[in-house]
Structure formats: structure tokens, C-alpha cells
T-cell receptor, first 111, second 112 residues
Framework: QKEVEQDPGPLSVPEGAIVSLNCTYSNSAFQYFMWYRQYSRKGPELLMY????GNKEDGRFTAQVDKSSKYISLFIRDSQPSDSATYLCAMRTYNTDKLIFGTGTRLQVFP | SQTIHQWPATLVQPVGSPLSLECTVE??????LYWYRQAAGRGLQLLFY??????ISSEVPQNLSASRPQDRQFILSSKKLLLSDSGFYLCALRGTEGSPLHFGNGTRLTVT
């Protein structure tokens, strides 16, 4: 079993839709959770950085962490074609820099 | 602000040839630096990380090596490339303690 599981997609939605991206994990020691957006042929760009459980909102993006279920989500409201990219979840424990990544979900938002 | 420079953006090399990929960073001092490789459908794999000049930790034993000759320079090398070394190589930095990783725009390496 992988430490972090992420559906590879692709996920195709119309412009304006609410998008839900998810990751599950097995290591209960993970405490820091990140979402990165990666455009084709570019490096990952940090979108959201959260610690422990709860919600964090930044513009159209909301990150949600449920440690009891070992489940994290990224919601994108009013999705735009420019949101078309691969979204990677990542997480780490308290005392290490080593990030464990999901394999990424490819999202396509069509006009 | 922190900036990561990686070059070249793309590289095609024959099997058995040497490799040197360079990463330089700006806007930070004494960062932790990382080399990741991204293969299709397999996510990001940590290859090396460095907490300071001359300090290298290897995560995965393989055909590659890394060096950090200066505080803001991180180099990934190979003496003889294998077909399996093909991939997208990303340099990343962590500035202050507890801050998240930031990535450069990577080098796409194809070994033929």
C-alpha cells in the first residue's frame, strides 16, 4: 500500500464548476499537508499549506484536512480553464523535511 | 523573494554519456536544497537533499550523485547515464524552518 493515494484522473469539468480533489494516506504521523499545482512542463507551484486538521481558504481554493479519516481535499470554486493542470498533494511528519507526494490528479476545465 | 534557476530546460543525452544539471537559488541564505525526479504516473521521488555546503544526503542509491559547492548552488551529476535516468528533474528549496518546499521549473532529460 502506498503511503499516499491520489486518483490520477483525468477529471474533466465545465467552467464554473466546483472541483473536489482528494488524497488518502496511511501514516497517522503526517501533520503538514500541501497542495501543489503543476502546469505541463513546469515545476510544481505551492497552492495551499496547512497544519493538522481543519479548513483553510485562499480565494477560490479551500484545503480541508480530516486526520481522523486520513483524508485531505482541495476544493476549487468557480473553476476556470486556467485551472487546468495536475494537482499534487504532499505531506510530511513534524520532524522531517521529506515530503511524500501523491501521483497527482490531472484536471481539465473546458469553456 | 526566493527564486530557483535550473538549466537547461530540456536535454537529450546518449546512454553512457555524463550529466551535470545545475540549480542556483536567489533571495535566501543557507537554504535546504533538494533534487527530485518525476516520472510519468509515479509522482515525485526525492533523490538528494543538502542542509549546507558539502553536506549531501542520498535517499535512493543509484547512478546519480549530487554536490553543493556553494551555499546557493546544487549540482546533480552522473558519470554514465542509463536509459532509466530519463525523467523530469526538479530542484527545490526550503528557506526557513517549517516553511514549505518551493520548486524550480525543472529539466526534462531524455536518455537515448
Amino acid at each position: 500500500q502506498k503511503e499516499v493515494e491520489q486518483d490520477p484522473g483525468p477529471l474533466s469539468v465545465p467552467e464554473g464548476a466546483i472541483v473536489s480533489l482528494n488524497c488518502t494516506y496511511s501514516n497517522s504521523a503526517f501533520q503538514y499537508f500541501m497542495w501543489y499545482r503543476q502546469y505541463s512542463r513546469k515545476g510544481p507551484e505551492l497552492l495551499m499549506y496547512t497544519y493538522s486538521s481543519g479548513n483553510k481558504e485562499d480565494g477560490r481554493f479551500t484545503a480541508q484536512v480530516d486526520k481522523s479519516s486520513k483524508y485531505i481535499s482541495l476544493f476549487i470554486r468557480d473553476s476556470q480553464p486556467s485551472d487546468s493542470a495536475t494537482y499534487l498533494c504532499a505531506m510530511r511528519t513534524y520532524n522531517t523535511d521529506k515530503l511524500i507526494f501523491g501521483t497527482g490528479t490531472r484536471l481539465q476545465v473546458f469553456p | 523573494s526566493q527564486t530557483i534557476h535550473q538549466w537547461p530546460a530540456t536535454l537529450v543525452q546518449p546512454v553512457g554519456s555524463p550529466l551535470s544539471l545545475e540549480c542556483t537559488v536567489e533571495g535566501t541564505s543557507n537554504p535546504n536544497l533538494y533534487w527530485y525526479r518525476q516520472a510519468a504516473g509515479r509522482g515525485l521521488q526525492l533523490l538528494f537533499y543538502s542542509v549546507g555546503i558539502g553536506q549531501i544526503s542520498s535517499e535512493v542509491p543509484q547512478n546519480l550523485s549530487a554536490s553543493r559547492p556553494q551555499d546557493r548552488q546544487f549540482i546533480l551529476s552522473s558519470k554514465k547515464l542509463l536509459l532509466s535516468d530519463s525523467g523530469f528533474y526538479l530542484c527545490a528549496l526550503r528557506g526557513t524552518e517549517g516553511s514549505p518546499l518551493h520548486f524550480g521549473n525543472g529539466t526534462r532529460l531524455t536518455v537515448t
